[in-house]
């Protein structure tokens, strides 16, 4: 299993159109190593598109993606799959595989290596999921499977994690939890990048904010750039107070404009 | 409980051999098995030739026909993330059935070459795999580009629709009362009178479809997350769709060739073993061929012993005995317990 340990992904004027609309248009950004990236903006923004687009789960119909300076569309399938791994926002699993099945899963670009049954349950337990190893996973709730398909991002070596909303349907113990594990694995050399609705997770623990509107990248950098009441209201349509507490963000939205 | 799902599965294959005897041991005479094994399959001892000729070819395109049924059942059902899939769906059966029947139609009237091989048996069936190969080939540039599943099933279904008519249309128009039969018994499916000929001539396609399926394996199980997901594990393109439907084309295609089409096996079976295998799309793919081999073994057997008028069809047999097996299944899903 040597692969690339560090890997920088880019974005280079990126469009995409879906029945003649554009979802996507021009967005043109970098994701670093040891960089943890929240990608925010309202429903409709393009936020799974961009995500899907760099992980190779769609092909942009226009503008390209470089995985370390190399045009993605020429990486083979099998190798950007041991580069980049990738959680859809909604992914229901067709038949009910134990918990531990489906986490081995994650591996699949790696083929079958010895120490599999170690590398599932050491990402188990990174998402408090041991307990449900055996478990089928059509048995699950929601925020049990959604932690158990974060231990199937999590187990290979991917250097690049994508993850669309991986908080939704979490409890805020294992909100807190996800996104420590998140900041671990960027602290450690990764990329990671998260599609995010909840902009004090965001701001608590991401490097670097994207923000998107109506497919356009309406602006990035650090959440205190990006996370101003006149930008948020212009494109939230909300008003909002935004203060950092003891290091901790709070965003708190006061009421539509 | 995965010890025990293995022994079931051990148990299966160890059922399989006994079968075969127990096939060979069937019939309307009775043979000396032991002697009749030991003169060799040149021998022309009436129990040999009974032997050699015509109950070991059966028996086999039996564990054939239902390996393959039950292998693109499987497939099929990975494929498109649905129990409720069966190779049918894609117009292989049906495609190679409107081949087979404008052969039951014209056949007695070809000249030539032709006629004489109609004649000696393998004409029909080779047809049939390219009437499978055509209907698939439909489906699929139906479909188009980069397909879902659901659009790729109701591709299946319109094709499928416009062959059945086409069949009935057949029917309609039979030009007598016995290709009418004919044609009626084909649909029914029958292991009867199949020999060598047959045997061979489905073989290797039901061998390139499980290479070809073997293949796809782990895209099978990649596709157990969905389409994103299996995308983003290296399983991009059309390649691997193309892999599992010529895959299923060619073994199902080749065993509803010469068997006719018989349904069930394809559609249960892989429900019957999925909890044996911990639900892995990719092992169920053998463990539904070994099931299917076993259960339309037995089917035969059945319609071997039983003594009537008409010989039982296998179609029916096949429901008969998967169907309790279904029904168990049913029951115990709805105690939590497995599904």
């Known amino acids: 299993m040597k692969e690339k340990k560090h890997l920088e992904a880019s974005c280079l004027k990126l469009g995409l159109e879906r029945h003649g609309q554009p979802v996507l248009s021009e967005i043109s950004c970098t994701f670093k190593p040891y960089e943890l990236t929240a990608v925010v903006g309202p429903n409709g923004a393009g936020k799974s598109s961009l995500l899907q687009c760099l992980a190779g789960a769609l092909k942009p119909t226009s503008g390209r993606i470089e995985l370390d300076g190399q045009d993605a569309e020429q990486v083979p399938a099998a190798r950007r799959a041991r580069l980049s791994a990738f959680l859809p926002q909604a992914e229901v699993p067709a038949w009910s595989l134990s918990s531990a099945d489906l986490v081995a899963l994650g591996l699949l670009p790696w083929g079958r290596p010895a120490d599999r049954e170690q590398r599932v349950s050491a990402a188990l337990n990174l998402v408090d999921a041991q307990q449900f190893a055996d478990r089928p996973v059509t048995q699950l709730s929601g925020g049990e499977l959604r932690r158990v398909q974060l231990a199937r991002l999590l187990v290979g070596e991917a250097p690049l994690l994508i993850a669309d909303e991986p908080t939704a349907a979490l409890d805020i113990r294992h909100q807190l939890q996800l996104m420590q594990n998140f900041r671990r694995q960027a602290d450690a050399g990764k990329t990671v990048v998260l599609a995010l609705h909840d902009l004090s997770l965001a701001a608590r623990f991401c490097d670097r904010v994207l923000l998107l509107q109506g497919g356009q990248l309406r602006a990035q950098g650090t959440a205190e750039d990006v996370f101003t009441p006149a930008l948020i209201g212009d494109v939230y349509g909300v008003s909002c107070e935004f203060r950092w507490r003891d290091g901790v963000a709070d965003f708190v939205p006061l009421d539509l404009l | ?339």
Request: with cysteine.
């Open chain 2, 1 to 339: 409980m995965l010890t025990q799902n293995k022994s079931a599965l051990v148990l299966f294959a160890l059922a399989l051999p006994l079968a075969l005897i127990a096939a060979l041991a069937s019939g309307p005479v009775s043979i000396d098995l032991g002697a009749a094994l030991g003169d060799g399959w040149r021998s022309e001892n009436s129990d040999a030739v009974i032997l050699w000729q015509l109950r070991l070819p059966r028996a086999l395109l039996a564990i054939l026909v239902g390996a393959a049924l039950g292998m693109g059942g499987a497939a099929m059902q990975g494929m498109l993330r649905n129990p409720l899939a069966e190779p049918a769906l894609l117009g292989v059966s049906s495609g190679a059935a409107l081949a087979a029947i404008l052969m039951l139609y014209y056949g007695f009237s070809l000249p030539g070459f032709w006629g004489l091989a109609w004649q000696s048996g393998w004409l029909l069936p080779a047809l049939a795999i390219v009437g499978a190969f055509c209907a698939v080939a439909c489906v699929w540039l139906l479909a188009g580009r980069g397909a879902s599943a659901s659009r790729l099933v109701l591709a299946g279904v319109a094709i499928n629709a416009f062959l059945s008519a086409l069949m009935a249309l057949a029917l309609n128009y039979a030009p007598s009362m016995f290709a009418m039969q004919e044609i009626v018994f084909w649909l029914l499916g029958s292991l009867a009178n199949r020999g060598w000929d047959q045997l061979l001539l489905a073989l290797p396609f039901v061998l390139i479809g499980a290479v070809l399926l073997f293949c796809a394996r782990n895209y099978l199980r990649a596709l157990s997350l969905g389409e994103a997901s299996a995308a983003s594990l290296g399983f991009r393109g059309r390649r691997y769709p193309l892999l599992v439907l010529a895959g299923i084309a060619s073994a199902v295609g080749a065993a509803v060739a010469v068997a006719g089409t018989i349904g069930f096996v394809g559609l249960v079976v892989p429900h019957l073993v999925r909890p044996l295998v911990r639900q892995d799309p990719g092992l169920l793919l053998w463990a539904s061929a070994l099931a299917g081999a076993l259960l339309l073994l037995l089917a035969d057997i059945v319609v071997i012993n039983f003594v009537g008028a008409q010989e039982l069809r296998i179609g029916a047999v096949t429901a008969f005995i998967g169907a309790p097996f279904f029904f168990w299944l049913i029951v115990s899903a709805r105690r939590g317990q497995l599904l």
